[in-house]
């Protein structure tokens, strides 16, 4: 009954973040509502309250360093925005031909991804495109061909994307293995996408947005390049912090944002508090979208309430014991995650399945990598990547779902069809 009653109110809540247009309601909201009812669902199971509380206060831990990591980097990028840093990138990346600045935006996500992580690219991306790109559904052509990279991009190396990451620490892969075995099926998924996505729009090169040119004479174009080169430094920083010390990556966020604010201090000393204005950290914070972050919030605490009761991994035993195909099985997950976070989904793969069944590098979880990190892109709700730009955007899921849910399927089985041709060539 418990059961019923989390799922029944988590597909509710589902649906209320996707209707958000028609309903009026704030999808940040809806997800609140969503996480706190699973939650208070599930204090009626039986369980003991103590150990509830327990696993809500482990969650809570969890869930707030990934606020803290994404509060921290929207605040460096936006303080690298402010001093119009991004300018100095965009206009290396400018082109005469649209549908050949896509595959520059593509191609430069998907590393990029690779090096920080989805989400930080996405945030950073989407910024550098306001400046290109001025009419916004063109733009949101490139945001979707942004989420789909940023998450393939992410999928191949253990520090782009969470899942992988995960699979790194628990020893299911190794880094070497990992990128030499996902790289090519996951340039794969992001080529499809992108040559169908050329033919969305025009060749008339793209027109440079008048607010996104420098705002005010009292920037340098030294001081805006030394901005721009310490705030990516700070966000390039964050990957080495967690492997040099093992401490969670929000505490690196927050060192690189800390070092930056002390920079930016020493670097506008001179000026006066009013003569400050756009370029201080106090402004950057005013003008965080604050929604997407309460956003994350709630779709973290539904999915926790649903991993805590139990619920996930029933799902994950039910389709492991209906279904015998490796293949078949990691594919269909891949699938899920574009619902559900793929995190939890790939833990409760993880407690399933130990090393003596499955080695390290074996198959099963480097394609298990591939379909959590990739199938994310499906949806718009189905990763980080697509949540931010859905917030930074305004892009609603039903047009993502007409436009790019098919394009990133595509690519998604493409990707797939590769991993699995190059896996039976080795053997």
């Not at 999928?155 to 075995?181: E, F, N």
């Amino acid at each position: 009954m418990i059961y019923s009653l989390m799922t029944v109110a988590f597909i509710l809540g589902y649906t209320f973040i996707v209707f958000e247009k028609k309903i009026k309601i704030d999808k940040a909201a809806s997800a609140i509502i969503t996480g706190v009812v699973c939650w208070i669902i599930y204090i009626f199971s039986g369980a003991s309250i103590e150990t509830i509380s327990g696993q809500l206060m482990t969650h809570m831990g969890d869930i707030a360093g990934i606020l803290f990591f994404l509060l921290g980097a929207m605040t460096i990028v936006e303080l690298i925005d402010a001093h119009n840093g991004f300018a100095i990138i965009s206009d290396k990346m400018k082109s005469d031909n649209k549908r050949k600045l896509l595959w520059v935006v593509g191609f430069t996500t998907f590393f990029l991804s690779a090096v920080l992580d989805n989400l930080t690219t996405t945030i950073v991306m989407i910024l550098m495109l306001r400046a290109l790109i001025n009419d916004e559904k063109e733009r949101w052509i490139f945001t979707g061909i942004i989420i789909i990279a940023a998450n393939s991009g992410g999928a191949w190396s253990p520090l782009g994307d969470v899942t992988t990451s995960m699979l790194w620490i628990g020893g299911q892969v190794t880094t070497g293995s990992i990128i030499q075995r996902l790289i090519l099926p996951c340039l794969v998924s992001v080529i499809v996408p992108l040559i169908l996505a050329t033919f969305m729009i025009k060749r008339a090169g793209p027109e440079i947005r008048e607010k996104n040119k420098p705002k005010l004479s009292g920037i340098s174009n030294h001081e805006r390049t030394a901005v721009l080169i310490v705030g990516i430094a700070g966000l390039l920083f964050v990957p080495l912090f967690k492997s040099l010390t093992h401490l969670p990556p929000f505490m690196g966020m927050l060192l690189s944002l800390g070092v930056i604010w002390t920079f930016i201090e020493i670097l506008h000393r001179k000026r006066n508090e009013e003569e400050k204005g756009t370029f201080s950290v106090t402004a950057a914070l005013r003008r965080l979208n604050i929604p997407i972050i309460l956003f994350f919030l709630g779709i973290l605490l539904a999915v926790s309430a649903l991993e805590s009761s139990g619920l996930l991994s029933k799902w994950a035993l039910a389709l492991s014991g209906t279904i015998s195909n490796q293949s078949v099985l990691i594919l269909i997950i891949g699938f899920f995650s574009s619902v559900i976070d793929n995190v939890p989904l790939v833990a409760a793969v993880q407690g399933m399945y130990n090393l003596t069944t499955y080695p390290t590098d074996h198959y099963f979880w480097e394609f298990l990598a591939y379909a959590a990190g990739t199938g994310g892109s499906i949806l718009i709700i189905g990763s980080a990547a697509g949540i931010a730009a859905m917030g930074m955007e305004k892009i609603s899921f039903f047009w993502f779902l007409k436009r790019f849910s098919l394009l990133a399927l595509m690519g998604y089985l493409s990707g797939a069809v590769t991993y699995i041709l190059l896996t039976s060539l080795i053997r």
